[in-house]
């Protein structure tokens, strides 16, 4: 059973910078997939970025690609999501996710069966 520990979130001005982490306890398969997801409030889950473990092939949502960026530390099992140029609409609770073969559906929930707890990311104007 794999286990996320996550960090990084914390409160931040419109056009700041924050980093959050994802550490995976294990890497089960090359198929394996680490993922953002954020939930607003009053807003339904999206995903915001996803990165195939083996390849390091990623898929950002629209609203966040040329903002944020998604990269992995292969040895420390250890997924990065570098968010820039914040604004008050990134602001939700960020969640990692972990699948297989997440590319044949970057943000299709179900393909994820591994959730981490959650870390807040509030941006304020």
């Known amino acids: 059973q794999v286990q996320l520990v996550e960090s990084g979130g914390g409160s931040v001005q419109a056009g700041g910078s924050l980093r959050l982490s994802c550490t995976t306890s294990?890497?089960?398969?090359?198929?394996?997939?680490i993922s953002w997801f954020r939930q607003g409030t009053e807003k339904e889950r999206e995903g915001v970025a996803a990165i195939a473990y083996g390849s390091g092939g990623t898929s950002y949502a629209a609203s966040v690609k040329g903002r944020f960026t998604i990269s992995r530390d292969y040895a420390k099992k250890t997924a990065f999501l570098q968010m820039d140029s914040l604004n008050v609409d990134d602001t939700a609770m960020y969640y990692c996710a972990t699948g297989e073969r997440c590319w044949m559906g970057w943000f299709q929930q179900h393909r994820y069966n591994t959730w981490g707890q959650g870390t807040q990311v509030t941006v304020s104007s």
């Open positions: 294990e890497v089960p398969s090359r198929d394996f997939c």
